[in-house]
């Protein structure tokens, strides 16, 4: 059994709601969401930043990765839940509600 190790990850200023761990081919990596509004994605293993999604304009209270960790999903305080493209941190659609969105999630088969 590989012994486990704690890795900090520095850089959200405010409490995290939730987090995701997403195995792939291409590596292990890790989306936090993020009551300062700035969802981000890390290497799993070391905890290094790989980028931010920048867009939100009200606390993160959920994110998830796909399957194969191209494009993420991200539910707001700001009424809005928003699609990424998880490689370029560009947002590829914004969808309006009428209350805050707290839970996002992709199908099984990464098709909604």
């Given at each position: 059994m590989a012994s486990a190790r704690s890795v900090i990850c520095?850089?959200?200023?405010?409490p995290i709601p939730q987090i995701q761990f997403k195995d792939t081919e291409d590596g292990l990596f890790l989306i936090s969401a993020?009551?300062?509004n700035r969802p981000m994605l890390r290497d799993g293993p070391s905890g290094d930043w790989i980028g931010s999604f920048v867009g939100h304009n009200g606390a993160v209270w959920c994110a998830h990765l796909?399957?194969?960790?191209?494009r993420a999903v991200t539910a707001s305080a700001d009424f809005t839940a928003k699609y990424w493209c998880a490689l370029t941190g560009k947002m590829?659609?914004?969808?309006?509600h009428r209350?805050?969105?707290?839970?996002?999630?992709?199908s099984k088969d990464d098709t909604k």
């Open positions: 520095n850089g959200h200023s405010r993020c009551l300062d796909n399957s194969n960790a191209t590829l659609h914004s969808f309006d209350h805050i969105v707290r839970a996002t999630a992709f």
